[in-house]
């Protein structure tokens, strides 16, 4: 598994949430290719890389119904990932680590237990100069690994596995082409998580909000009087956002936010990206509504400017759809207890593939992979976690072929 990831990692699969094509960046499909390659080589069934640059194959079976196992293959563009050079330090010793690519980029224990609780583990890092890539390319590695074990044990009786990888999860649209039907799963499972024995039901819903405001430009040697800057607007109206709560620096928990994104412009014109996040819908619109009263009054004080809001969905909480079957998420809780972890569960402060899957009525809990602090030049794994979570997942294949677990959904779906 190991081998796979540090291979996957090297592969730049940034996306790009400006772009209009899908996949967002063509160099994904690099990956998506290299893995339909792997899969075949594997003896996997029904192999295939879609239009969509999907990876599609079918593990068969002895007994059980089809458990779908999905993971993505870009990386944030919220730090380089290209020219990944990831670095494997064995038996970590518990000192703090140097990344040799910018020696100011340290992995300190004071700041990190998590880390600081994995001495004797081999830890993969980057030199410090992009991120790693492990979300999701653990996930990947993870998945791979575990089909790759259970196609060379045929004597171990499992599930069918549907195997899906998926692109532009990163900037919301990693199942936009999905065809739920087609992929065959009665549930399935994202390898997108982090903490080991963490087992995710619930995410934050989720929105994008974009503010455009038209100014306009005039030659700044005669401008008084005429200029309407766009650029000085948006800051008079990022600077009225609440001081002090409603953002990711100020938040925890349960708490919610509004996250301003990403400011363009110029003196004629700008925009302003925010995200909303938040647990409870109600919450939610009223993250958006503060943006949209700030709109307006920002319009209502420089009436010759245009003020336009847009407000986009991009995923709900997948709580609410999960807790229709809840054999689906208690099924990774036994599989992790089987490989002597204790499970544990805690509200994602994000989204997955399954939360949009799970609303669409694919039922989707989210699995730990070992991998922290992503989108960062100090994202590091633990590869006995990464290991753990590929156990995990052959587990969970196992324990899906049994009778109990097979006729205890078959019960809760005639209940539902």
């Known amino acids: 598994m190991l081998e796979r990831f540090l291979r996957y990692v090297r592969?730049?699969?940034?996306?790009?949430?400006?772009?209009?094509?899908?996949?967002?960046?063509?160099?994904?499909?690099d990956l998506g290719e290299v893995l339909e390659r792997e899969l075949r080589e594997l003896g996997?069934?029904?192999?295939?890389?879609?239009?969509?640059?999907?990876?599609?194959?079918?593990?068969?079976?002895s007994?059980?119904?089809?458990?779908?196992?999905?993971?993505?293959v870009d990386t944030s563009q919220d730090e380089s990932g290209a020219n990944v050079q990831p670095q494997v330090i064995r038996n970590w010793d518990g000192s703090d680590i140097v990344l040799p690519g910018d020696t100011d980029k340290v992995l300190r224990v004071a700041e990190n237990p998590i880390l600081a609780a994995r001495v004797g583990h081999d830890i993969v890092t980057t030199d410090g100069t992009t991120l790693l890539g492990a979300d999701d390319k653990a996930g990947v590695a993870e998945i791979m690994g575990a089909v790759a074990y259970l196609a060379a044990h045929p004597e171990l009786e499992h599930a069918p596995i549907r195997v899906g990888f998926t692109v532009d999860e990163e900037v919301g649209r990693g199942v936009d082409h999905f065809d739920i039907d087609a992929f065959g799963a009665g549930f399935a499972y994202t390898l997108d998580g982090a903490e080991l024995g963490r087992i995710d039901d619930e995410t934050f819903s989720a929105s994008e909000v974009r503010i455009r405001i038209e100014g306009l430009s005039v030659h700044p040697g005669t401008s008084k009087g005429k200029m309407v800057n766009a650029i000085k607007l948006g800051a008079r109206l990022i600077e009225r956002l609440p001081q002090g709560e409603r953002s990711p620096e100020t938040t925890e928990g349960r708490e919610g936010f509004i996250h301003p994104h990403r400011f363009t412009g110029t003196t004629a014109e700008a925009e302003l990206r925010f995200i909303a996040r938040d647990f409870d819908a109600t919450k939610l619109a009223e993250h958006e509504q503060l943006?949209?009263?700030?709109?307006?009054?920002?319009?209502?004080?420089?009436?010759?400017?245009?003020?336009?809001v847009s407000v986009e969905a991009q995923y709900h909480n997948m709580k609410e759809f999960l807790d229709e079957d809840p054999s689906?998420?208690?099924?990774?809780?036994?599989?992790?207890?089987?490989?002597?972890?204790?499970?544990?569960?805690?509200?994602?402060?994000?989204?997955?593939?399954?939360?949009?899957?799970?609303?669409?009525?694919?039922?989707?809990?989210?699995?730990?992979?070992?991998?922290?602090?992503?989108?960062?030049?100090?994202?590091?794994?633990?590869?006995?976690d990464m290991a753990a979570s590929a156990a995990t997942i052959v587990e969970l294949a196992k324990l899906w072929a049994e009778p109990e677990w097979s006729s205890k959904r078959q019960s809760t779906a005639a209940t539902a």
Not at 63 to 72: E, K, M, Q, S, Y
Request: with cysteine.
């Open 11 to 29: 592969i730049d699969t940034t996306s790009d949430q400006d772009s209009e094509t899908y996949p967002s960046t063509a160099k994904q499909r």
């Open 44 to 61: 996997l069934d029904d192999v295939e890389l879609t239009e969509h640059a999907y990876v599609f194959a079918t593990l068969p079976g």
């Open 63 to 72: 007994a059980g119904p089809t458990v779908g196992l999905i993971a993505h």
């Open 291 to 308: 943006l949209r009263r700030l709109a307006d009054e920002l319009a209502a004080e420089e009436p010759r400017a245009r003020v336009s």
């Open 328 to 384: 689906v998420t208690e099924a990774a809780d036994e599989a992790t207890r089987r490989c002597g972890i204790e499970p544990w569960r805690e509200p994602i402060r994000g989204g997955t593939d399954g939360a949009m899957l799970s609303a669409r009525g694919l039922l989707t809990p989210n699995i730990f992979t070992g991998g922290q602090q992503f989108h960062s030049v100090l994202e590091w794994a633990s590869v006995q």
